[in-house]
């Protein structure tokens, strides 16, 4: 491989790790085509991109990327796929699907939102994350929470005003 189409890998990569924001450094090595096929099925369905590099050029994209990270340095040893994400927890749970038929593939190290989660023993935090999306609805949720009170006791009286002095009164 020339120079110049390392360089070109490098500066892709960097761009995905940069407008994803999420990513999952993996171990898929000695799986069956079969299985890989498999994975890459699945990654399809679940909006995930996976995309397999060598350690060398997926070191220089960090860089490019601005990710300073000696965790993730680390981990890229032997064979390394990565899988790119708008959620944050969707690989771990795909992942968690796959491990469910096979040992693989293992997790080396993820991350999520500027924070690096190194280890396969990450694998079940990950999984818990919330996305930017689930803790959204949360907070919508606790804010409606108190109106719909106001509301089902406004209802409950008959939307009079003894009504609901009558609500309140029970309330308190």
């Known amino acids: 491989m020339r120079k110049e189409e390392k360089q070109e890998i490098v500066q892709a990569l960097a761009e995905q790790i940069k407008s994803y924001g999420n990513f999952y450094i993996t171990d898929t090595a000695e799986l069956s085509v079969e299985k890989v096929n498999n994975i890459r099925r699945k990654c399809f369905e679940n909006d995930i991109e996976i995309l397999v590099a060598k350690n060398t050029l997926i070191e220089k994209a960090l860089t490019e990327a601005g990710i300073d990270s000696e965790e993730l340095r680390s981990v890229l040893k032997g064979a390394t796929t990565l899988m ?89």
Do not use: C
């Open 84 to 172: 790119f994400s708008e959620t944050g927890n969707a690989p771990a749970k795909l992942i968690k699907e796959l491990r469910k038929s096979g040992d693989k593939p293992v997790l080396k190290a993820a991350y999520i939102q500027e924070t690096a989660f190194v280890g396969d023993d990450q694998l079940n935090a990950l999984v818990s994350l919330k996305s930017k999306e689930e803790l959204v609805a949360d907070v919508i949720a606790l804010l409606q929470s108190p109106a719909k009170n106001v509301i089902s006791a406004l209802q409950s009286g008959g939307n009079t005003i003894s009504g609901l002095v009558k609500a309140l009164e029970e309330r308190g």
